[in-house]
């Protein structure tokens, strides 16, 4: 029996309990999650190892001769592997974090002030961060944690998922734009400024949100950046108004080279998702950050403001 891809340690665990237990439906009962997911769990390891495990009668699952084998020889290895999730349970904090971040995330002031005091308060870990725009597959890839926008939809058959925030983006300029070109009293002035934007948005109409309306307007885009990074760049360089999620500009905006444009409105919002993959025992580095960047967001004050 030679896998012909890399093995699920989560699907190999389900199909433990369920030869255990007997049934689908009792192997759901115990992990607490869906009948339907045991199967697709089951599915996935037959098709990693490329053989039928089970044959799934009305009442009952039988093994087939593969099945069997791989009962017997994987039932002592997962029972020495929680043992030993159990045991490094009550360790401190330690080892090599794997963590998967957008690029825009690492921009902002406060998300590295973060992993800073992280680092102060779990010396022991050592913090491995890959920035990347490409939403990753968090256990192929060997991440333990991952952060990515709400929009990028996380399985979570496989993964646990927090909202860790959520901002109203809102207008920018430096204020060397604006000494050169006047500030912006009212939503109407805004299609006689340049305008700087996200190329991915080039076409889209700017639609915002005030106290009592709300507003669609074709930008005039001077300049267009491939990410916020870029974008932020070309704002703090003076070429135009743009749009973004204030904790991306707090230490510009409080240090007065971008100036937030009309207050009250807004342009869309932003939500920030904390990913890591669905296990009964996490590594105590792995819950440790969990916790701590869940509750470093929760300390923050709430949406709208310029801070994550």
Do not use: C
């Amino acid at each position: 029996m030679q896998p012909t891809q890399a093995l699920n340690l989560n699907d190999l665990d389900t199909f433990e309990r369920v030869t255990r237990l007997g049934t689908l439906s009792a192997a759901a009962r115990e992990l607490g999650v869906p009948k339907s997911t045991i199967g697709r769990r089951i599915t996935r390891l037959e098709k990693a190892l490329g053989v039928a495990l089970l044959h799934r009668g009305p009442r009952q699952i039988i093994l087939t001769e593969s099945g069997a084998e791989l009962e017997t020889r994987s039932r002592q290895a997962l029972l020495e592997l929680r043992a030993l999730s159990l045991g490094l349970a009550a360790d401190q904090p330690r080892g090599v974090l794997r963590l998967t971040v957008m690029p825009d995330l690492m921009i902002s002031a406060q998300f590295p002030r973060m992993l800073a005091e992280f680092r102060r308060v779990y010396p022991g870990v050592i913090l491995d961060v890959h920035a990347t725009p490409r939403v990753t597959d968090i256990i192929a890839e060997g991440f333990d944690v991952g952060f990515r926008p709400e929009a990028a939809q996380a399985d979570t058959d496989t993964l646990s998922v927090r909202r860790l925030a959520t901002s109203e983006s809102r207008l920018f300029a430096a204020r060397k734009y604006i000494e050169r070109r006047g500030t912006v009293a009212h939503v109407d002035g805004l299609t006689k400024h340049d305008w700087v934007s996200i190329a991915a948005h080039r076409l889209t109409p700017l639609e915002l949100s005030g106290p009592d309306e709300t507003r669609t307007l074709q930008p005039n885009v001077v300049a267009f950046g491939s990410d916020v990074a870029s974008v932020l760049s070309l704002l703090r360089a003076g070429l135009g108004i743009a749009v973004l999620p204030p904790f991306y500009v707090q230490d510009d905006v409080a240090s007065g080279v971008l100036v937030p444009l009309l207050p009250d409105w807004e342009a869309g919002l932003t939500r920030l998702l904390m990913v890591w993959p669905r296990q009964r025992f996490l590594l105590p580095r792995v819950r440790a950050f969990v916790d701590f960047i869940a509750e470093s967001f929760g300390q923050a004050p709430s949406r709208g403001t310029a801070t994550l």
